[in-house]
């Protein structure tokens, strides 16, 4: 029980980096079919991504020995200040004026098709690869650990759609550096767990 937990944990805070691109690009109006290739992505590859990360997490682990827990609390921790840091990294501010300018050059992005679907789902996920090698090295249960990373990611990415018909930006934007604590406190529990 407290091996799925960490893993929702873990789920959790990853899924709230989708999350908060989700609600932010929300605000901008995007397409139901975006909407939804783009939770079908993040959930599949929260799948993929750990799932590689876990075996090569199995096989460092089985290499360092007693030392792997620590490594994957380590390597979790180092998401979490990552995220911490992006979540909390100044935000260019300009006024209504300014901004209705710019987006009359049509300087925004525009976003469409299976390519804008993959790279953006490639840029919320990444560190689920990373995340599963840590998850790996600590030896957690594969099958359940990338079912509910999957299901969670989704879910979250949902969330994030319909979130944006009621937050502001600074909510998503706050949302990254949330999945960063959560993910530095489960490395604590982890790297407590390691050295007993």
Not at 16 to 37: E, N
Not at 107 to 126: E, H, N, P, Q, Y
Not at 170 to 180: S, T
Request: some cysteine; proline content about 1%; glycine content about 14%.
């Amino acid at each position: 029980m407290n091996e799925l937990m960490g893993s929702f944990i873990v789920a959790i805070a990853l899924g709230l980096d989708a999350f908060s691109v989700a609600l932010c690009l929300g605000l901008s109006g995007i397409s139901r079919t975006f909407k939804l290739q783009f939770i079908g992505v993040v959930s599949i590859l929260h799948v993929l991504l750990p799932l590689t990360g876990l075996y090569l997490g199995l096989a460092a682990g089985n290499l360092a020995g007693k030392w792997a827990a620590i490594i994957g609390a380590l390597v979790l921790a180092f998401i979490g200040q990552q995220m911490i840091r992006e979540g909390l990294a100044k935000e260019e501010v300009m006024c209504f004026r300014e901004a209705r300018v710019k987006m009359e050059r049509n300087d925004r992005i525009a976003l469409g098709g299976w390519t804008a679907v993959l790279v953006l789902g490639l840029s919320v996920s990444v560190d689920a690869l990373v995340a599963g090698f840590g998850l790996g090295i600590t030896r957690v249960s594969i099958l359940s650990t990338v079912v509910i990373m999957g299901v969670v990611a989704g879910l979250m990415t949902g969330l994030g759609w319909l979130g944006a018909k009621y937050c502001s930006e600074l909510i998503g934007k706050r949302a990254e550096a949330v999945g960063g604590v959560l993910l530095i406190l489960l490395a604590l529990k982890i790297l407590v767990g390691g050295i007993q």
